[in-house]
């Protein structure tokens, strides 16, 4: 089964926010990539039921995409399957990732993992990966950043 991805990445940017999430010891804020990361599966109306479940994964990238920044991203990074009603009222395949950030501020992208998890299987499947586009993550006062548009279909 081919199984393609499709980023939902709205608003595309991200800044500091005084609430604090997983903070490790030294960290006192969060950097938010934005409302939340809403990933859908394309392909298959909904995600199957043979005995499998489908996850995605999340790893940070630098501006190019060529390396990964292991430790600069927290909050939910892996997310299961949900079926759900898209923006048309039609029943899709989403993986929902509510709130992670990024620790430093520069510009990055995500590289997403679509898995296949059987449950008697200790090595998830890989069955597709995709890289975001680029998007910055600011200060506080630089948010928003000129020509994003912050309320979308997705707020």
Same mark, same amino acid.
């Given at each position: 089964?081919?199984?393609?991805?499709?980023?939902?990445?709205?608003?595309? #940017?991200? #800044?500091?926010?005084?609430?604090?999430?997983?903070?490790?010891?030294?960290?006192?804020?969060?950097?938010?990539?934005?409302?939340?990361?809403?990933?859908?599966?394309?392909?298959?109306?909904?995600?199957?039921?043979?005995?499998?479940?489908?996850?995605?994964?999340?790893?940070?990238?630098?501006?190019?995409?060529?390396?990964?920044?292991?430790?600069?991203?927290?909050?939910?990074?892996?997310?299961?399957?949900?079926?759900?009603?898209?923006?048309?009222?039609?029943?899709?395949?989403?993986?929902?990732?509510?709130?992670?950030?990024?620790?430093?501020?520069?510009?990055?992208?995500?590289?997403?993992?679509?898995?296949?998890?059987?449950?008697?299987?200790?090595?998830?499947?890989?069955?597709?990966?995709?890289?975001?586009?680029?998007?910055?993550?600011?200060?506080?006062?630089?948010?928003?950043?000129?020509?994003?548009?912050?309320?979308?279909?997705?707020?």
């Amino acid at each position: 089964m081919d199984h393609d991805l499709v980023v939902l990445q709205q608003p595309g #940017c991200g #800044c500091i926010a005084s609430n604090e999430l997983y903070p490790p010891p030294n960290y006192h804020g969060r950097i938010p990539i934005g409302p939340a990361i809403i990933l859908r599966l394309i392909g298959d109306e909904i995600a199957p039921f043979d005995g499998y479940r489908l996850r995605c994964t999340l790893n940070l990238l630098d501006s190019t995409g060529q390396q990964e920044l292991p430790g600069m991203l927290i909050g939910h990074t892996v997310a299961n399957h949900f079926n759900g009603r898209d923006l048309h009222g039609q029943w899709k395949c989403f993986f929902i990732f509510g709130d992670t950030a990024v620790r430093e501020f520069g510009v990055f992208r995500l590289r997403v993992d679509l898995q296949r998890v059987w449950p008697d299987s200790r090595e998830p499947e890989l069955l597709a990966t995709v890289v975001t586009n680029s998007f910055p993550v600011v200060q506080n006062s630089e948010f928003p950043v000129p020509g994003v548009e912050l309320k979308t279909e997705l707020s």
